[in-house]
């Protein structure tokens, strides 16, 4: 099950989180290969939380209104991705990011780049909308060609 929420989060807390990660003091981390090392493509990230290490970032805060609000009970991992606008899409590689578990994917801002499933799905990237569904279910990212120059969004993996 593919559940979609708009305006997740309260607009005050969205747009302070929004402004901040699309700002010029966010830190962003150069990934090597979108989908796999050295594949020819690139993207940015920031690790905000990952088990072999715990809290990632000093803004892991802006998460614990979201966590509560989808009911985690054990964090498996929080990591933002930023992929730049395209002259044509992108689709990444379908995967599955934990077995077993749930996924949560927060859009940061909107534009014309999607996840998509393999079933066929499409969520488009909509400001404050979150994707939630069983992590064993098949997805990728699409890029966009139209808005601002990046996509953002948040992945979230945890258990209920």
């Known amino acids: 099950m593919i559940e979609i929420i708009d305006n997740f989060l309260p607009e005050e807390e969205f747009k302070s989180i929004q402004s901040f990660m699309m700002g010029g003091e966010f830190r962003w981390f150069y990934a090597e290969g979108r989908d796999i090392k050295d594949d020819g493509r690139y993207h940015m990230t ?10 990632n970032s000093e803004h892991i805060h802006f998460w614990t209104n979201f966590m509560n609000k989808v009911g985690a009970k054990k964090c498996e991992r929080i990591k933002a991705n930023l992929t730049f606008k395209t002259s044509t899409i992108e689709p990444a590689l379908f995967h599955v990011d934990y077995p077993d578990m749930k996924t949560a994917i927060f859009y940061i801002n909107t534009n014309d780049g999607y996840t998509e499933f393999e079933s066929g799905v499409r969520v488009s990237s909509v400001a404050n909308r979150v994707c939630i569904f069983d992590s064993n279910l098949t997805h990728r990212g699409i890029t966009h060609t139209e808005g601002d120059h990046q996509r953002i969004v948040v992945n979230f993996n945890y258990e209920r």
């Open 46 to 55: 920031h690790m905000f939380f990952q088990p072999e290490v715990g809290s």
